[in-house]
């Protein structure tokens, strides 16, 4: 609840404040308006300028991403799909097990990073059974931790979409 203070009105009017005087100006009212409209015209004119300098200037133009190629794309994709088998079919008791995870996590969200944003690649059959496999296995990982194995059913479709990714890329897909 509210005190009692802050809800009954205040008898006194509030003190207002000085008017803000700018350095450049005078108490005569004949050289405050001078300073006024040069201070307007060279705004004017700067916001002019620059609107022309920002319309007509190629340097100022900034390139768009430049797509990557298809093969690069193929070739990345194939490196991954490498590392998620190696680390999928480690066993569990393997001391190098967790790098391994740590390894397939960040060549993962890289891989994702610079692909996902390319909208050629967005629609490709490749693309998206590839991005669904890194989200089951990184999913997985990140809820149960590095060494825990990936279920049965669960790596079997891990490997039945990487399958299919392969076989996208083979055919251009």
């Given at each position: 609840?509210?005190?009692?203070?802050?809800?009954?009105p205040t008898?006194?009017?509030?003190?207002?404040?000085?008017?803000?005087?700018?350095?450049?100006s005078?108490?005569s009212?004949?050289?405050?308006?001078?300073?006024?409209t040069?201070?307007?015209?060279?705004?004017?004119?700067?916001?002019?300028?620059?609107?022309?300098?920002?319309?007509?200037?190629?340097?100022?133009?900034?390139?768009?991403?430049l797509?990557a190629?298809d093969?690069?794309?193929?070739?990345?994709?194939?490196?991954?799909?490498?590392k998620?088998?190696?680390?999928?079919?480690?066993?569990?008791?393997?001391?190098?097990i967790?790098?391994?995870v740590?390894?397939?996590?960040?060549?993962?969200n890289?891989?994702?990073?610079?692909?996902?944003?390319?909208?050629?690649?967005?629609?490709r059959?490749?693309?998206?059974?590839?991005y669904?496999a890194?989200?089951a296995?990184?999913?997985h990982?990140?809820s149960?931790?590095?060494?825990?194995?990936?279920p049965?059913k669960?790596?079997?479709?891990i490997?039945?979409?990487?399958?299919?990714?392969?076989?996208a890329?083979?055919?251009?897909?």
């Amino acid at each position: 609840m509210a005190s009692p203070t802050l809800i009954t009105p205040t008898t006194s009017t509030p003190k207002l404040l000085p008017p803000i005087r700018s350095k450049l100006s005078s108490p005569s009212s004949s050289s405050t308006t001078t300073t006024t409209t040069t201070a307007t015209t060279h705004r004017r004119n700067f916001l002019s300028l620059a609107a022309v300098i920002s319309l007509s200037s190629p340097l100022l133009v900034i390139p768009a991403a430049l797509a990557a190629s298809d093969e690069e794309y193929t070739k990345e994709t194939q490196e991954v799909i490498q590392k998620v088998r190696n680390t999928i079919n480690m066993d569990k008791t393997d001391p190098n097990i967790a790098t391994a995870v740590a390894e397939l996590r960040e060549t993962s969200n890289s891989w994702v990073a610079k692909y996902r944003r390319e909208k050629a690649l967005l629609g490709r059959l490749s693309f998206r059974d590839m991005y669904s496999a890194l989200n089951a296995v990184s999913g997985h990982y990140v809820s149960f931790g590095p060494t825990s194995p990936i279920p049965a059913k669960r790596k079997t479709r891990i490997l039945e979409e990487i399958d299919s990714v392969e076989k996208a890329l083979s055919r251009g897909r």
